[in-house]
């Protein structure tokens, strides 16, 4: 026991003994005597010249140094200086062996980090060249009792009375590019920092940019908890707020602030933010979501919360320019929701609803982080999309279309991005107006994979009707391919044409088969490739401001020569059906069987339609298959029976559709010899019936003197005869 006793008394001893030596050191060496060594040292082994201005002080309780008005040039130009630094350490803390930082003070930092014109920074300087940092030598294998103990878990245990850095400036200048950015008035405070207790922290500091101009003034204020192992930390009480002006927006100041709390482990690989908000001007998120997985593979739990906002107070806020839609009411109620989840790897979104306006949709959906798969369903109500377009003006209208006509067109497709896609995509809509159209019940799914894009399904009802189309896009080379198939049944022409362009020339229930085939990627090439065939019929229809049965008539009063009385022949002309088949080559449309059966008529003709200069250029016939009109100019003899009045459709389709068609004079010649024959064949019968009854006639006579009371039976035989 006395040897125990006298070795406590020696580790004592010392312990007073060291204390005293400090104590005299501090007492007794003044530093600042050594500031040429220093300086000197440092000069010797790096490019810097050290100043040290100020005093050096150093305390003993606490155990501490201080640095004032410290500069460091390079090449003759500052590279860093400093106003005043203190840092001192809890003496007895030493003594008990758990190291307690009582102050440490930084204050008028000043960095200047230049890249000159070939890339190279200044600080990559700071060392002589041609003396490169030898390799350690491998040390002996021997155990690492540090490493063993933080494998085994040993704790740190780490403790700061008070942190300060204040009025901190860097500026950062690159010379080859002109940036330059300065980040000044950064202070940082904290207090009380000890691991696995909470402690508060404050950030505050400025940025400015050259390129483009831009200003950030932020502030930074959290409570922070770290436990002693450091794989363990929590946020609570966060709030950021940063003030933003110059080029990015315009001109004008913006705020953006965070709030929330946050908590990470980094052994466990999970984190989360709860109460977490972000806004930006007068857009805001909030969120509640766990995260379990820090690597490829994360999995998601929480929701997600973007509340309404205004879009285009939103970009008026960020000094953006305005959207101009035909409605000036539209894009001022965004909203979304949705909760967050799925397994290790994909973002899985539940019970999404996004709000536009007065349309609300609804669905899921989810992303894969491993292959980028994108998994859609999305429902919404109802949309009219032409309160979203940009409002009419002549002005704007003509601009946009000469720009296309001098600039170079452009590709429809990025190829590279559509080959990486991968979609699986169902959308549905109620109700969609679209160029004055009303479509409802609308269906579409989409699917994409290695450069296929495939819409299965595209489908409708559209005014009293239905369509239905599918699409597939081959993308797998440069020249992509398209296949297009569409059904249109029922569909009423009148008010469609009416609504979408203004045009009521045709009116009649449409049934339409389309199969086109294309290739290539601009829409001209995609027009000049076209092969395929519109097969179209029309029930119960009537072509509009058009009568067919006046120029009809025109010809067969020629034909009787005679002059149409009739003036209200009224202007339009219906049809019970019409049909034909449209063969598709490039940008012209070939037309060789059209039909259509009017009152008293046969429409037949064949025709080309220009798709590109909007011209149709159609030779049609009237035939006369029945009375057509009540005008006796009009009637239909045996002479004009079954000849067909000629009628030409030409002309610019989308400008003047109302006087496309007129009488054909330039055919009618071939009607007149038809009539001529149907004349001549008319006389022969005539001639033929009359001596078939002269003949009779005779041979009646001949009997009654004859045959007597037997003449009636001999008669019915000479009838039968005689096809009487």
Known sequence: MKVIRYALYAVIALIVLAVAAIAIAVAVINPNAYKPQIEAAVEKHTNLDLILEGDIGWSFIPLGLELNDVEATLEGERLVALERLVAQIDFWSLIAMAPRVNTFLLDGLDARLVVN????????????????????????????????????GEMLDFNVENIEITNARIHYNDLGTGQSVTLQDFTVSASNITLGSEFPLDIRFKVETAQPQFAVDGGISARVNANQALNEFAVSGLKAVFDMNGEPFGGKSVKAE?????????????????????????????????????????????????????????????????????????????????????????????????????????????????????????????????????PASDEEEAAPQQTAEAGPEGDL?????????????????????????????????????????????????????????????????????WRVRSDVTNVKTLPLLTDLAEVDMLSGAANLKVAVDT?????????????????????????????????????????????????????????????????????????????????????????????????????????????IHRDNACRVTEYVQNVVIPVECRGNFVENPAGLCSFDGSRFRDTLKDIAANAARAKVREETDRAKQRAEEKAREEIDKRLGEDGERVRDAVRGLFNR
């Not at 200044?122 to 490169?132: K, L, V």
Request: glycine letters at 10%; one cysteine or more; aromatic letters at 4%.
């Open 519 to 627: 290739n290539g990627n601009r829409v001209s090439t995609l027009r000049n490739n076209a092969k395929g065939e519109i097969s179209f019929n029309l029930a119960e229809g009537m072509l509009r401001n058009m009568n067919l049965t006046r120029m009809a008539c025109q010809g067969i009063a020629l034909a009787n020569q005679e002059t149409l009385g009739t003036t209200d022949w009224g202007t339009h002309t219906p049809f019970n059906d019409m049909r034909g088949t449209l063969k598709i080559d490039g940008n012209t449309l070939n037309n060789t069987d059209l039909v259509a059966a009017l009152a008293g008529m046969r429409l037949e003709g064949d025709g080309t339609v220009d798709m590109e200069q909007s011209q149709l250029d159609y030779e049609l016939g009237l035939r006369i298959v029945g009375e």
């Open 413 to 481: 497709l990025p190829l590279e991005t559509l080959r990486d896609l991968l979609l699986d995509i169902d959308f549905g809509l109620g109700e969609l107006i679209i160029s004055n159209l009303t479509i409802n019940e609308i269906k579409a799914s989409t699917t994409a994979k290695d450069g296929l894009l495939q819409v299965d399904e595209f489908s409708g009802k559209l005014y009293d009707g239905s369509f239905g189309a599918n699409v597939t896009i081959d993308a797998r080379t440069d020249n992509p391919k």
């Open 117 to 152: 014109e070939q890339g190279e920074g200044n600080w990559t300087r700071i060392m002589p060249g041609g003396e490169p940092a030898e390799a350690p030598e491998p040390a002996a294998a021997e155990p690492d009792t540090a490493s063993e103990e933080a494998a085994g």
């Open 258 to 390: 965070v709030a929330g709390s946050l908590q990470a482990n980094l052994e466990e690989e999970t984190a989360s933010l709860n109460d977490f908000t972000a806004s930006l001007a007068n857009l805001k998120l909030s969120t509640n979501l766990n995260i379990r997985g820090f690597g490829d593979q994360p999995a998601l739990d929480g929701r997600l919360e973007i509340a309404s906002f205004s879009l285009k107070q939103l970009l008026s806020n960020l000094g953006q320019p305005a959207i101009e839609t035909d409605d000036p009411d539209v894009l001022k109620a965004i909203a979304l929701s949705t909760n967050l989840g799925g397994q290790p790897g994909t973002v899985a979104l539940s019970d999404l609803k996004i709000t536009l306006d007065d349309t609300t949709f609804n669905g899921g959906g989810s992303y894969n982080l491993t292959n980028g798969g994108l998994t859609f369903n999305l429902q919404g109500d109802k949309i009219n999309a032409d309160r979203y377009l940009p």
